[in-house]
């Protein structure tokens, strides 16, 4: 981005209205709606742009429509890669269906590598007036003496290669929104810890030339095994993906649970490795084709840090454990967190006294519970229960020959259910989302 001038290079110490730490999608949403509220926004990343991030880059309808709703045009001659739905295959059997037509939600995903993508949602941002600094390295919160909030950052330039200039630079606002992944570092400094009773999640992922790069349908595969203590098989809670990029590869990575007691104990590469190498030869999945490292990140789920508001820091997206907890997806959810939380910072500012503000603020914990926490409830409890291998054989042995159960459930873990009326599935879905507690 910077060639294009559109990142400017930061003063020692810089003011806003608002600063949003991290240029993921969470950050980058939050930042343009910001924007298009009409305040001042601060957007720091530690990295430059375009830059990779380890993601299946595949995109459900809930993401799509959020880049709907944020004005992100996707044509196909753009590079953006259309897909039908989800193929399904474990227990000897291929499922393939497709997203649910529903008027809540487009009846397509799409597929875009996370170098593209985050660039894309950044250069949106500063197009509706937000000020992006690259290379800036947050290390630590600026903190009111008087209130303990916070009420700027700290940080240090970082060069192209990554290593420190030296420079010392400090950005102040009465409001800072952490949305800088699942490490957080800025949470840490404000002493937000992550709860240890959620589910936390590890992926690894890595691209090879392939004739599938061109696939019309996401592949889930839900058979990943490895070794227990006693050398014995074990299915993992999880599952393999294989998305078409179609730019000749193919993205294919894997998510683990931890809820499973080979969590921790596993090298994830080597399963990985092992599963590529059972797949067809002429699908060219081996070591020769293999475009970069097999790289891991972790998965922070069901809201595993909290509160999302205090003290004069917000958080979304990752920073505030959005990943949900059925099928470990996060763009749709950093995203959502990013345009729920620009509303009520929106109403916020539009106070004319702190105390209003502050209370207009205090709201956002609520809000975030009211979308996704009664759901995000269920999910923890999905993600336990599959932590047992005994289940997760029989969910695949007896759940993958009932289409209509599969059709279901897939709605369920993409969280794609019309919120008023729908079918009578939808309904229960929405009612059991209601009545789950939302902590």
């Known amino acids: ?39 001042d926004v601060l957007l720091l990343e530690k990295t430059s742009f375009p830059r990779e991030k380890v993601c299946g880059d595949g995109l459900t309808p809930r993401a ?3 880049l709907i709703t944020l004005g992100i045009p996707t044509p196909e001659d ?11 295959i474990g227990g000897g059997m291929r499922l393939q269906l497709d997203w649910p037509d529903l008027s809540s939600f487009p009846p397509y995903g799409l597929v875009r590598t ?4 985050d660039d894309i949602l950044a250069k949106h941002a500063v197009k509706h007036g937000a000020r992006l600094h690259e290379r800036v390295n947050v290390t630590g919160a600026v903190r009111s003496d008087a209130t303990g909030h916070i ?20 950005f102040d606002a009465p409001l800072v929104i952490a949305a800088d992944g699942n490490s957080s570092r800025l949470s840490l400094a404000m002493d937000r810890q992550k709860r240890e009773d959620r589910p936390m999640g590890v992926a690894v992922r890595t691209y090879y030339t392939s004739p599938r790069h061109d696939d019309d349908y996401l592949e889930s595969w839900l058979e990943l095994w490895s070794k227990d203590d006693e050398g014995k098989d074990v299915l993992l809670p999880g599952y393999g993906w294989i998305f078409g990029v179609g730019d000749g590869t193919s993205n294919i990575g894997l998510g683990i649970l931890n809820t499973s007691s080979a969590f921790g104990k596993t090298d994830y590469k080597d399963v990985m490795k092992r599963w590529v190498a059972t797949m067809p030869q002429e699908w060219t999945y081996n070591d020769e084709t293999m475009v970069g490292d097999i790289r891991g990140a972790a998965l922070p789920m069901g809201f595993n840090r909290q509160p999302h508001y205090a003290d004069g820091l917000l958080l979304v997206g990752d920073a505030g454990g959005m990943v949900n907890p059925f099928n470990g997806e996060g763009i749709a959810y950093a995203m959502e967190s990013g345009r729920l939380a620009a509303e009520v910072v929106a109403q916020a500012f539009a106070r004319t006294d702190d105390a209003g503000r502050e209370r207009v603020l205090q709201s956002y914990p609520g809000v975030m519970k009211d979308a996704l926490g009664g759901y995000y409830t269920l999910g923890r409890g999905f993600a336990k229960m599959i ?20 059709k279901y459930l897939l709605k369920v873990m993409a969280n794609l259910s019309e919120p008023h009326g729908g079918s009578a599935g939808d309904r229960l879905l929405n009612a059991l989302s209601r009545i789950a507690p939302a902590a």
């Open 114 to 117: 996370r170098q593209d993508f």
């Open 1 to 39: 981005m910077s060639q294009h001038n559109l990142s400017s290079s930061p003063a020692a110490s810089e003011s806003a209205d608002v600063i949003v730490v991290g240029a993921g999608p969470g950050g980058s949403a939050t930042a343009a709606y910001l924007a298009m509220a009409g305040l």
């Open 64 to 66: 799509v429509r959020e």
């Open 387 to 406: 932590g047992h291998p005994e289940i997760m054989k029989l969910a695949v042995k007896y759940g993958l020959p009932r289409e209509t159960m599969m």
């Open 78 to 88: 753009e590079g953006w890669i259309k897909n039908k739905g989800l193929r399904i």
């Open 151 to 170: 009420i700027g950052v700290t940080a240090k330039e970082m060069d192209e290669s990554g290593r420190a200039t030296g420079k010392q630079l400090r």
